[in-house]
C-alpha cells in the first residue's frame, strides 16, 4: 500500500498483542520472505549538545533540563512496548455484539475485506485485493462500541501473509447506520527505511516519517459504490490544545497547529519533558468527533483514535516495534479522558 498524499489488563480489556511468530494461515499467493534484517540503530536524545573546543578537546555539555532529563531517564524515547505498560487504565472494554457476525468492507479501489468474529477477541479474515489475489488468516480483534451504530475495529495483519515481510495495522471506523467505514492501513518501516537519517530524508524529499499509512473509504456490507457518504477530512481541531490523560501516571497534551502537523507533549509519565512535532490526519466520524491518526518519526510509531469532545473521552490504538529493532510487533488499545483548553 502506498502512503497517503501498558498495558495494565484488568480482566476486561484483551492484553497487548505482540507479533514474534508466524501465526497460522492460508493464501492462495505466497510472498517470499526477506532473508535478513539488520538491527535498528538506537534511540537518540531529543535535545543539542553543546561542543566546547579552544584548541583543546572538551567533554559533550548538557544544559538547564536537558540535562535533568539526561541524568534522571538516560533512554528518553522509549519503546512501544514499555509505552504499553499501564497505558490501557482507561481503554473501553471490547463489546461482544459482534460475536459469530461478519463484517464485510468493500473500498473504492476493489479492496475486499471479510471478518468473522469467533469470540470478542479473534476472528477470521478473508482478504481479496485488486488484482483478485486471496488471503485468509486468523488474528486478533478488537471492537469498540463508540456510540450507538459507530465502532472502532483493530486488528493486526501478521507477517509475511501479504507479499510484505511486515505485519500490518488495519484500523477501521464504521457506522452502520450510514453503512459506511474508513480504514486506516499502516506498514511499518524496513530496516533499511528507518535507517535513513532525518537529514537524509529530508534531502531527497521524503516523508520525514518512515512509517507508512493510508486511508480507504469503504462500504459496509453492501458494494461500493461511487456516490456513497464518507467521512471527510476536516481542520475543525486545528487551533485546538487538548490534554489526554490516559492513566493515572501518564497526562499529554496535544496541540494541532495545521492540516498536517500536531504537537505532543508529555506532562506526566514515562517521557515526561519530552515533546514532539510530527504528522496527523484528521476526519469527522460524528457530531464532535474525530478520527485522529498521527505517524512519529523517532520512535516508528501509528496511532490512530477517535476523539469525542462531547464524551471527554477518546478511544483507540498504538501501533510499533516492540524494541528497537524492527521484527515483532506491539499493538495495544488506549482509552483516555480528554480537556479541550480552548
Not at 497534551?253 to 495545521?258: I, M, P, W
Amino acid at each position: 500500500m502506498q502512503e497517503h498524499k501498558q498495558q495494565k489488563h484488568n480482566g476486561k480489556n484483551p492484553p497487548t498483542q505482540h507479533d514474534s511468530t508466524q501465526p497460522s494461515h492460508s493464501k492462495k499467493n505466497h510472498a517470499k520472505k526477506q532473508a535478513s534484517h539488520t538491527d535498528q540503530p538506537k534511540a537518540t536524545q531529543n535535545g543539542e549538545q553543546q561542543h566546547l573546543s579552544n584548541n583543546h578537546e572538551q567533554p559533550h555539555v548538557l544544559y538547564g533540563s536537558l540535562a535533568d532529563a539526561a541524568l534522571n531517564n538516560p533512554q528518553q524515547y522509549v519503546t512501544v512496548s514499555k509505552l504499553s505498560q499501564g497505558f490501557s487504565e482507561f481503554a473501553l472494554a471490547p463489546t461482544t455484539e459482534w460475536i459469530g457476525q461478519s463484517i464485510r468492507l468493500h473500498t473504492q479501489k476493489g479492496l475486499d475485506i471479510e471478518i468473522h468474529c469467533l469470540d470478542r477477541c479473534s476472528c477470521a479474515v478473508e482478504l481479496i485485493d485488486s488484482n483478485q489475489q486471496h488471503y485468509s488468516f486468523s488474528t486478533q480483534i478488537n471492537i469498540l462500541m463508540i456510540r450507538e451504530h459507530l465502532f472502532f475495529l483493530d486488528l493486526i495483519i501478521p507477517a509475511h501473509v501479504l507479499p510484505i515481510a511486515q505485519a500490518v495495522s488495519l484500523s477501521v471506523v464504521f457506522n452502520t447506520l450510514k453503512s459506511i467505514a474508513t480504514i486506516v492501513w499502516g506498514e511499518l518501516p524496513t530496516p533499511s527505511e528507518y535507517e535513513l537519517s532525518t537529514f537524509y530524508r529530508a534531502s531527497k524529499n521524503l516523508p520525514i516519517s518512515a512509517v507508512k499509512v493510508e486511508f480507504l473509504h469503504a462500504s459496509l456490507n453492501k458494494d461500493w459504490q461511487d456516490a456513497q457518504a464518507q467521512h471527510a477530512e476536516t481542520d475543525h481541531l486545528i487551533g485546538h490544545r487538548i490534554k489526554f490523560r490516559y492513566s493515572e501516571n501518564d497526562l499529554y497534551q496535544h496541540r494541532y497547529l495545521n492540516h498536517n502537523f500536531y504537537t505532543w507533549e508529555c506532562l506526566k509519565g514515562i517521557e515526561a519533558g519530552l515533546c514532539e512535532t510530527d504528522r496527523c490526519f484528521y476526519f469527522a466520524v460524528g457530531e464532535q468527533m474525530y478520527l485522529f491518526v498521527w505517524i512519529e518519526k523517532i520512535i516508528p510509531t501509528l496511532g490512530a483514535v477517535i476523539l469525542d469532545l462531547n464524551a471527554k473521552r477518546s478511544h483507540g490504538k498504538i501501533f510499533g516495534y516492540a524494541g528497537y529493532e524492527s521484527g515483532q510487533v506491539c499493538n495495544f488499545m488506549v482509552g483516555s479522558y480528554v480537556e479541550d483548553m480552548d
